[in-house]
């Protein structure tokens, strides 16, 4: 079975401009969480997904925003980037709901923003 | 905000010696997760706790819960060099629509 999968793998933006990372989750797995790493902050919440319906999200301003299609494929936006963006972004896909059953992660987005 | 605590930060052991990483929180939850990292990789899902008293164990590796004590333990039996990589623990809120991530212990096996 083929595991989370995450386009694109790098991608280099500018401040201000917005950007767009794509999640394909485990065949079968309705859940799609996303997380963002960076050296400072450590590992940090940024939504859950289940259904296509937002059911949690982090601390984090408005300018993060996702979405979960049919397919359970789900995307993360990023708008007005900042160079503090810089960082890892993981999604994670789940059976259920993640909270309660494991996750499985992708390989992750690594954004750089100059 | 609820603050998650791992110590040590950083552990470097001997294979064959066995050690405990901690995970302390600071307000109530009754679902804990354990994870692996390898340098610039992913993570990996290792145990996930859902309940006070919750032990699981996978290998060399034995995670439990004590709910009341807000914390967790990940406990490594006779470390091997593959064992090296990032533990990271993470709860949720009361609330459980919150998760929040430690710091990171990393672990390196010196054969």
């Known amino acids: 079975k083929a595991g989370v999968t995450q386009t694109p793998r790098y991608l280099i933006k500018t401040r201000g401009q917005q950007v767009t990372l794509s999640c394909s989750p485990i065949?079968?797995?309705?859940?799609v969480s996303w997380y963002q790493q960076t050296p400072g902050q450590g590992l940090q919440f940024l939504f859950e997904?289940?259904?296509?319906?937002?059911?949690n999200k982090g601390n984090f301003p408005g300018r993060f925003s996702g979405r979960q299609f049919s397919n359970s494929r789900s995307e993360m936006n990023v708008s007005t980037l900042e160079l503090g963006d810089s960082a890892l972004y993981l999604c994670?896909?789940?059976?259920?709901?993640?909270?309660?059953?494991?996750?499985?992660f992708g390989p992750g987005t690594r954004l750089t923003v100059l | 905000e609820l603050k998650v605590e791992q110590n040590p930060l950083f552990l470097s052991m001997q294979e064959g010696k066995n050690y405990t990483i901690y995970c302390n929180y600071s307000?109530?939850?009754?679902?804990l997760y354990w994870y692996r990292q390898d340098p610039g990789k992913s993570l990996e899902s290792l145990f996930v706790?859902?309940?006070?008293?919750a032990v699981k164990q996978e290998g060399r590796l034995m995670a439990s819960l004590d709910t009341k004590a807000r914390l967790s333990t990940l406990h490594i039996t006779a470390a091997v060099h593959d064992l090296s990589a990032t533990y990271f623990c993470?709860?949720?809120?009361?609330?459980?629509?919150?998760?929040?991530f430690g710091t990171g212990t990393s672990l390196t096996v010196i054969p």
């Open positions: 994670a896909s789940s059976l259920r709901l993640p909270l309660t059953d494991t996750q499985y």
């Open positions: 065949s079968g797995h309705r859940s």
């Open positions: 997904y289940f259904s296509e319906t937002q059911r």
């Open positions: 307000t109530t939850s009754d679902r």
């Open positions: 706790l859902l309940s006070n008293g």
């Open positions: 993470a709860v949720t809120s009361n609330t459980g629509n919150q998760f929040y």
